[in-house]
């Protein structure tokens, strides 16, 4: 193969139907593919790069291995065993990955005196963020202000500036919905039963439409709030609807009972494609909306003492 590329240019070669991938770069002196090991041989520079990127792939291979050997054994436990080690799985998780990061920054460290860390800048970013990504850049490091750094810069300046635009506009949709009358729709209870929300919404009791999922960890989290907010104000007009984002209804209905929810529930099972999400654009749980006796929406995403102060505001203590 021949052509033409800038100076230290960082090259990738793809072979389509077959998965392998060869980088280098373009430093003035032939290289060759071997498709037997995915290894590329040339000048010192690719021979040290195509040796970090066997090293990167050895370490996160045996990365894999490990989280899959975490979650086997995590899998095999008694429901009631994996509620209590929650917390010890997430720090095998973490210190599994720390130990990657570590092999992985190693490669960076290695080499501060050439242009080989170029091709771990993407993952780079990923792991330390914007900011000492950005001070990366701004230092005198050979690989600093090469062209394909500073395109993933440019990109990810994009990417991050449609995302916080499209969060606005999600955030502003959601919120309008303040002040205005809910908006019906219909799903089935655990027996299959077919209920709209304006069988319970609307009706002269105050009600918190409650968005949630059983596979949802910070719902699990927040749950026993909205348990103790029911059982403080439901003598006194106060009702929670649960309307669920599962898509498996077994974990549905077990989560009610180990969760502790004595109040009516609706999913049509259809995960992130809902229709509650739909109608109240509902981008990410836990999220509810709390409304008022005769269905005017007053509030939304009330947590903790946020959703106890509302209520006791509505509901005054005798």
């Avoid at 590329?40 to 045996?62: F, P, Q, R």
Wanted: aromatic share 12%; glycine share 6%.
């Amino acid at each position: 193969m021949e052509g033409k590329a800038a100076k230290d240019a960082f090259l990738t070669v793809n072979t389509d139907g077959y998965g392998w991938s060869f980088l280098f770069f373009n430093d003035g002196e032939p290289v060759i593919m071997n498709y037997a090991d995915s290894t590329v041989n040339g000048s010192a520079l690719n021979m040290k790069l195509t040796e970090c990127v066997k090293a990167d792939k050895a370490a996160y291979a045996e990365y894999l291995a490990l989280i899959d050997g975490i979650d086997e054994a995590f899998d095999a436990l008694p429901e009631e065993e994996q509620d209590a080690g929650v917390e010890e799985y997430n720090a095998q998780v973490k210190s599994v990955g720390d130990r990657y990061d570590e092999s992985f920054f190693k490669i960076i460290e290695k080499n501060e005196d050439n242009i080989v860390p170029v091709a771990f800048m993407e993952t780079y970013r990923i792991k330390v963020g914007p900011d000492r990504f950005n001070e990366i850049i701004d230092s005198d490091a050979p690989y600093a202000r090469h062209p394909y750094v500073l395109e993933i810069k440019r990109r990810y300046e994009v990417k991050e500036a449609e995302s916080k635009a499209r969060e606005k506009e999600i955030e502003a949709r959601k919120q309008a919905i303040i002040g205005q009358k809910f908006l019906d729709l219909e799903e089935a209870d655990p027996d299959g039963n077919l209920h709209k929300l304006s069988e319970y919404v609307g009706q002269g009791r105050w009600v918190l439409v409650d968005f949630w999922a059983s596979w949802c960890g910070p719902c699990k989290k927040e749950m026993p709030n909205v348990v103790a907010a029911y059982k403080k104000y439901h003598d006194k007009g106060f009702d929670v609807v649960g309307l669920s984002f599962d898509d498996e209804k077994d974990e549905w209905v077990k989560a009610i009972s180990r969760w502790n929810m004595p109040w009516i529930h609706f999913s049509d099972l259809k995960f992130i494609n809902s229709v509650a999400g739909k109608v109240y654009t509902v981008n990410s749980i836990p999220d509810n909306l709390l409304i008022d006796p005769l269905g005017t929406i007053v509030a939304r995403g009330l947590f903790g003492e946020d959703l106890e102060t509302k209520l006791a505001d509505i509901f005054p203590s005798d």
